[in-house]
């Protein structure tokens, strides 16, 4: 059964960082593509970050480049969000969501393309 559980989140204050985990059971990391996406209220989910299959491709939408690096641990069947720079516009529920997406393709950018989902995690940026 695949499950993904997202941990990290929390209350940090304007310019700080969070890591933000998804461990994955029920499959392998080296099969699936990995995203992050997140949904802030009274808007729509949008993507944040993605890492392939193969790990050698990732992608990031332009408001996180240079902020959040995503990374994974093979061995411990887990990726990572690394959230840095943070700020008020970055609070919003996380969610990590996996694909069946052999090669090394880029991940999928759209959320519809994945097919299973984590139950989120809260980060809220404010001083």
């Known amino acids: 059964q695949v499950q993904l559980v997202e941990s990290g989140g929390g209350l940090v204050q304007p310019g700080g ?22 949904q802030a209220p009274g808007k729509e989910r949008e993507g944040v970050s993605g890492i392939s299959s193969s790990g050698s491709s990732t992608t990031y939408a332009d408001s996180e480049k240079g902020r959040f690096t995503i990374s994974r641990d093979i061995a ?3 990726v990572y969000l690394q959230m840095n720079s943070l ?28 097919d299973y989902w984590g139950q989120g995690t809260q980060v809220t940026v404010s001083s």
């Open 76 to 78: 411990k069947n887990t």
């Open 17 to 38: 960082s969070l890591r933000l985990s998804c461990a994955a059971s029920g499959f392998t990391l080296d099969y699936y593509a990995i995203g992050w996406f997140r």
């Open 87 to 114: 700020n008020p516009e970055d609070t919003a529920v996380y969610y990590c969501a996996a694909v069946p997406h052999p090669g090394i393709l880029e991940p999928p950018s759209d959320a519809d393309d994945y």
